[in-house]
């Protein structure tokens, strides 16, 4: 996700993560990484697009900062 520049599918960012580990994984799992940056408010979602609010380092660093958090606070997910 710190690589993507522009609103993207989530067809695309399944097939980069492919390619990256060299192994299909659930369609899921993905899907509910995307689903915690988005209730971080790290990636802005519009229709079927994805994309980051950061970019590069910037997002890498906040994405840590977000997983690191969720070890001591719990998450509250509100759906809408």
Known sequence: MSKVTAPTRFVYLDQALEQVLGETVPEYLPR???RFW???DLVGHNGARYVPKLS???FKRAA???WRAT???AVEV???
């Open 38 to 40: 988005i209730a971080r």
């Open 71 to 73: 070890e001591v606070a």
């Open 64 to 66: 840590a900062d977000a």
């Open 56 to 58: 590069g380092v910037a």
């Open 32 to 34: 509910s990484v995307i």
């Open 78 to 80: 509100v759906p809408g």
